[in-house]
């Protein structure tokens, strides 16, 4: 329990990459890139497709749209698509937003079909063999409390 409390920075995402990016000491940068998981519901999923922000840098986010028209189109709207985005960043991170024509890469396109599973059934899920006992039991605790939630048997019974 004490050593919980001296490392209590890794206790969270935050935390943790405040530790990791110490020369940087700015964590809230990387805040920016929820605007990528945003963009589908900002800009529509159809217009997610072919409309992509590529970086981001000094407060400018680089989109690269497919069709000129649809760059136009976007370019009326450009203001408010900042404004949603830094609404689910959290912050005025995004001061400008630059459209740019180019070809959008298919596999890096937002895809509206979920993706196809390649895990095994959860039920088929079992803890492969861990040395550190505590380490065991914690994935463990993890995979029993999921199947309760999930409404599954645990391996115990």
Do not use: C
């Given at each position: ?96 937003i630059y ?28 803890i492969p063999?861990i040395d ?26």
């Amino acid at each position: 329990m004490g050593s919980q409390t001296k490392n209590s920075h890794w206790n969270s995402v935050a935390g943790v990459l405040r530790t990791v990016f110490l020369d940087s000491a700015e964590p809230e940068k990387l805040r920016v890139y929820r605007a990528w998981e945003a963009w589908p519901e900002v800009v529509g999923s159809a217009n997610a497709k072919r409309a992509q922000p590529t970086r981001f840098r000094n407060g400018k986010l680089f989109v690269t749209v497919f069709h000129p028209a649809l760059m136009q189109e976007l370019q009326f709207v450009k203001e408010r698509i900042r404004r949603r985005l830094n609404r689910h960043i959290g912050a005025e991170v995004i001061t400008h937003i630059y459209f740019g024509r180019g070809p959008i890469r298919q596999e890096d396109a937002v895809t509206t079909s979920p993706p196809q599973r390649t895990l095994p059934p959860f039920r088929d899920i079992s803890i492969p063999p861990i040395d550190n006992p505590e380490v065991r039991a914690a994935f463990e605790s993890l995979l029993t409390v999921r199947r309760h939630r999930l409404g599954k048997p645990s391996e115990d019974g």
